[in-house]
T-cell receptor, first 113, second 114 residues
Framework: KAGVTQTPRYLIKTRGQQVTLSCSPISGHRSVSWYQQTPGQGLQFLFEYFSETQRNKGNFPGRFSGRQFSNSRSEMNVSTLELGDSALYLC????????????FGPGTRLTVT | GQNIDQPTEMTATEGAIVQINCTYQTSGFNGLFWYQQHAGEAPTFLSYNVLDGLEEKGRFSSFLSRSKGYSYLLLKELQMKDSASYLCAVRDPFPYGQGGKLIFGQGTELSVKP
């Protein structure tokens, strides 16, 4: 079974631009969560999607948004990029109802200049 | 508030045993996870505790005391490849009991020396 995949793996953007990151969960997993990882703040929860609905959201500004498609693939979007948005963005998928384990993808390394 | 504390760094010798502690104060609790993360890689699942007691899985064991807000990860027969960051995370039960939101500690950087 293929693991969680994320594209792109690396991205360099300029302040003020916007970016879209993509996550494909493990087949059969319906829950996708997004996390931001930085050296200073560690891993922080952004949001979780289940059956195309956002079921929980972390303490991030409205510039961070996401969505989930009917095939459980998810995207997150960051608008009006700031230097502080430079981070590793990780998504994790979970097979709700049978397992509590979250499987993480390799992440997208975003650098904002 | 949500607060999860772990030591920042630990050093141990190959073949030895090391215990990484984690204390938490969260507004809710629905399980505690341990993840391993090698530099530049994604976190990988190690263990999950929701009830008090010890869970053993090969060279790794994890303990939970909910009344004390305390957990530890025990690594036996340390190997060089165990050098990594170890992340403690509490699952937030709100707003749905089975939600996937994890609150992470800052991680413990373990260095295993020959």
């Amino acid at each position: 079974k293929a693991g969680v995949t994320q594209t792109p793996r690396y991205l360099i953007k300029t302040r003020g631009q916007q970016v879209t990151l993509s996550c494909s969960p493990i087949s059969g997993h319906r829950s996708v969560s997004w996390y931001q990882q930085t050296p200073g703040q560690g891993l922080q929860f952004l949001f979780e999607y289940f059956s195309e609905t956002q079921r929980n959201k972390g303490n991030f500004p409205g510039r961070f948004s996401g969505r989930q498609f009917s095939n459980s693939r998810s995207e997150m979007n960051v608008s009006t990029l700031e230097l502080g948005d430079s981070a590793l963005y990780l998504c994790a998928s979970r097979q709700t109802g049978t397992s509590d384990e979250q499987y993480f993808g390799p992440g997208t390394r975003l650098t904002v200049t | 508030g949500q607060n999860i504390d772990q030591p920042t760094e630990m050093t141990a010798t190959e073949g030895a045993i090391v215990q990484i502690n984690c204390t938490y104060q969260t507004s809710g609790f629905n399980g505690l996870f341990w993840y391993q993360q090698h530099a530049g890689e994604a976190p990988t699942f190690l263990s999950y505790n929701v009830l008090d007691g010890l869970e053993e899985k090969g060279r790794f064991s994890s303990f939970l005391s909910r009344s004390k807000g305390y957990s530890y990860l025990l690594l036996k027969e340390l190997q060089m490849k165990d050098s990594a960051s170890y992340l403690c995370a509490v699952r937030d039960p709100f707003p749905y009991g089975q939600g996937g939101k994890l609150i992470f500690g800052q991680g413990t950087e373990l260095s295993v020396k020959p």
